[in-house]
């Protein structure tokens, strides 16, 4: 199975283990997933490693 690192609107930035219609361009790069460190179901997209560095 694939995981994709993500980053939440919380800014916590963790791996999901599918990152749903990834292939959709017309809808955006955000996605509800739940962070597991606020526990809530939160808007969330995909972290390149260039963004990962900058925080």
Do not use: I, K, W, Y
């Not at 999901?16 to 017309?26: G, I, T, W, Y």
Request: charged share 25%; proline share 7%.
């Amino acid at each position: 199975m694939e995981r994709t690192v993500v980053r939440c609107a919380d800014g916590h930035v963790f791996s999901a283990a599918s990152f749903p219609m990834q292939q959709a361009e017309r809808l955006g790069p955000g996605r509800l997933v739940r962070c597991p460190h606020c526990a809530r179901l939160r808007s969330v997209v995909p972290v390149t490693l260039q963004n990962l560095r900058r925080r």
